[in-house]
């Protein structure tokens, strides 16, 4: 099993930042991927951004490209994603979710999921 706990969301204006992290536990973090995903009320959960095992790998949706980063400290077992350039329509819960097989760098499985914390971009 794993536990996943996000935590950073808030209330921003447009144009500003904010980072949010995931904190796992249960497995051997610095083996598995991990990615965030978010869902607005009334649409279905987006992929956003991921990140492979080793961090070398990573992968953004097309509409945060260039303004979030995912990162991860395997030593904290944290993930991370620093927004930049908020825009209302990134209002939204983002969920972390984990793919547990070891050193996979493709074709995502995610097994698991955190709870969700509540991004909200004013305008």
């Known amino acids: 099993q794993v536990q996943l706990v996000e935590s950073g969301g808030g209330l921003v204006q447009a144009g500003g930042s904010l980072r949010l992290s995931c904190a796992a536990s249960?497995?051997?973090?610095?083996?598995?991927?991990m990615g965030w995903f978010r869902q607005a009320p009334g649409k279905e959960r987006d992929f956003v951004a991921a990140?492979?095992?080793?961090?070398?790998?990573?992968y953004y949706a097309d509409s945060v490209k260039g303004r979030f980063t995912i990162s991860r400290d395997n030593a904290k077992n944290t993930v991370y994603l620093q927004m930049n350039s908020l825009k209302p329509e990134d209002t939204a819960v983002y969920y972390c979710?984990?793919?547990?097989?070891?050193?996979?760098?493709?074709?995502?499985?995610?097994?698991?999921w955190g709870q969700g914390t509540q991004v909200t971009v004013s305008s």
């Open positions: 979710a984990a793919d547990v097989r070891p050193q996979v760098s493709a074709r995502f499985r995610w097994d698991y």
């Open positions: 990140i492979n095992w080793s961090g070398g790998g990573t």
């Open positions: 249960g497995r051997t973090f610095s083996n598995y991927a």
